[in-house]
């Protein structure tokens, strides 16, 4: 089995920053990529960005620039820096980590951007 423990989500002002962090455990030998969805109130989950083994990274067009993916294999930690939050970035934050092409996710983190 594989756990993910995410931290860093709360209340932010618009332009303001955050970096939520997700450590993987347990069963983690062969991990292929880690990553980030997010789900707004009364919207599907939608992808917000990958980091892949080897480096690669894909993201969504609407965080391009201001959120960036990092990830830590020695610890199997995955990062997601949040710059400029816009209130429509407001969501609950998920982690997911792919495992010998199953996916986990975690409980999630609420980000909320306001005023």
């Known amino acids: 089995q594989v756990q993910l423990v995410e931290s860093g989500g709360g209340l932010v002002q618009p332009g303001g920053s955050l970096r939520l962090s997700c450590a993987a455990s347990g069963s983690i030998f062969r991990i292929s990529s880690m990553g980030w969805y997010r789900q707004a109130p009364g919207r599907e989950r939608e992808f917000v960005a990958r980091?892949?083994?080897?480096?690669?990274?894909n993201s969504a067009d609407s965080v391009k620039g201001r959120f960036t993916i990092s990830r830590d294999n020695a610890k199997n930690t995955v990062y997601l820096q949040q710059n400029r939050l816009k209130p429509e970035d407001t969501a609950v934050y998920y982690c997911?980590?792919?495992?010998?092409?199953?996916?986990?996710w975690g409980q999630g983190t609420q980000v909320t951007v306001s005023s």
């Open positions: 980091i892949y083994t080897d480096g690669n990274i």
């Open positions: 997911t980590v792919t495992v010998d092409y199953k996916v986990y």
